[in-house]
């Protein structure tokens, strides 16, 4: 038996998702956020992306801690872009809390 070293669109797709939320942990580092706080996330992806982000939405949320996600202009007390998939992504969070003041439901 031979292993498959074959990409399928699954497992590309995870992968971005999975650069993106290093992209946003990295950001939340800048801020000088601390691990437990809690985030406001707007992300500015290319639409190409889009698709992707919307079906990875509650991964993204949940590893980066964010109480509150939106697609759109970035914007919030700590605002950068990077690359991601070598597309242009804006990054914009606030602090909200932390994961001691924030109920999940």
């Known amino acids: 038996m031979a292993l498959n070293t074959a990409i399928d669109d699954a497992l590309r797709d995870e992968g971005v998702a999975r650069e993106l939320v290093h992209a946003v942990q990295l950001a939340r ?8 706080d809690t985030i406001s ?11 992707l982000v919307e079906a990875y939405t509650g991964v993204v ?10 697609l759109g202009e970035a914007r919030g007390d700590h605002v950068e872009t990077t690359r991601v998939e070598s597309h242009d ?16 439901g």
């Open 29 to 36: 580092k800048n801020a000088g956020l601390r691990i437990e």
């Open 41 to 51: 996330l707007t992300l500015d992806v290319p639409a190409e992306l889009r698709p």
């Open 89 to 104: 992504v804006g990054i914009g969070l606030s602090a909200t809390g932390t994961i001691f003041t924030v109920t999940y």
């Open 61 to 70: 949320k949940a590893e980066t801690l964010a109480s509150e996600f939106e």
